[in-house]
């Protein structure tokens, strides 16, 4: 007797998990060369997922709050804060008396300590952060035990612009 669609045992699926509240602002300047970089900005960030999991025996995957709930802590560690890259080749942090410096081709840039979180990234990119925010991610306690295979995670500097990074699970 054939299995219908209803019956059989399928081995995975993907989640799309897309929430306008998966946000965060953030001010940034993004460096081009050793000279050149932009001036100090901002930008309403948003982030989204992609995540291929083996659908259990009840129909279904995993709670998806879990997920919501791990992406939008991740988001509000950096909200409202201004992003510098400690990664970078072209740019120098100093701590001082309260104060952060980004130290850039003849620049000292002076920051508050309490509005700057330095990032582990060459540079603030929606690139780098799609990275920094898969790996961060993967690394949650929530997340560990999940049976995850595939994971891309998407960033987003505004409409129309975003950069993804992918995990997969064995690779």
Request: negative net charge; contains cysteine; hydrophobic residues 35%.
């Given at each position: 007797?054939?299995?219908?669609?209803?019956?059989?045992?399928?081995?995975?699926?993907?989640?799309?998990?897309?929430?306008?509240?998966l946000?965060?602002?953030?001010?940034?300047?993004?460096?081009?060369?050793?000279?050149?970089?932009?001036?100090?900005?901002?930008?309403?960030?948003?982030?989204?997922?992609?995540?291929?999991?083996?659908?259990?025996?009840?129909?279904?995957?995993?709670?998806?709050?879990?997920?919501?709930?791990?992406?939008?802590?991740?988001?509000?560690?950096?909200?409202?804060?201004?992003?510098?890259?400690?990664?970078?080749?072209?740019?120098?942090?100093?701590?001082?008396?309260?104060?952060?410096?980004?130290?850039?081709?003849?620049?000292?840039?002076?920051?508050l300590?309490?509005?700057?979180?330095?990032?582990?990234?060459?540079?603030?990119?929606?690139?780098?952060?799609?990275?920094?925010?898969?790996?961060?991610?993967?690394?949650?306690?929530?997340?560990?035990?999940?049976?995850l295979?595939?994971?891309?995670?998407?960033c987003?500097s505004?409409?129309?612009?975003?950069?993804?990074?992918?995990?997969?699970?064995?690779?």
């Open positions: 007797m054939s299995q219908g669609p209803r019956t059989m045992n399928l081995k995975s699926t993907q989640i799309e998990i897309s929430k306008e509240y946000n965060f602002s953030v001010g940034h300047f993004t460096i081009f060369s050793k000279s050149h970089r932009e001036n100090l900005h901002g930008h309403n960030y948003r982030l989204a997922a992609t995540i291929d999991a083996p659908v259990e025996r009840e129909g279904l995957t995993f709670d998806y709050n879990l997920i919501k709930k791990t992406i939008k802590a991740l988001c509000d560690e950096i909200d409202e804060q201004v992003l510098l890259p400690s990664d970078s080749p072209y740019l120098d942090i100093e701590e001082d008396n309260g104060y952060i410096y980004a130290l850039f081709n003849s620049e000292r840039l002076p920051f300590k309490r509005d700057v979180t330095v990032l582990p990234i060459s540079n603030v990119t929606v690139e780098e952060l799609s990275h920094y925010f898969l790996y961060r991610f993967l690394e949650h306690e929530t997340v560990v035990p999940l049976p295979t595939k994971v891309v995670f998407k987003s505004g409409d129309g612009q975003w950069a993804s990074s992918q995990w997969v699970k064995g690779e």
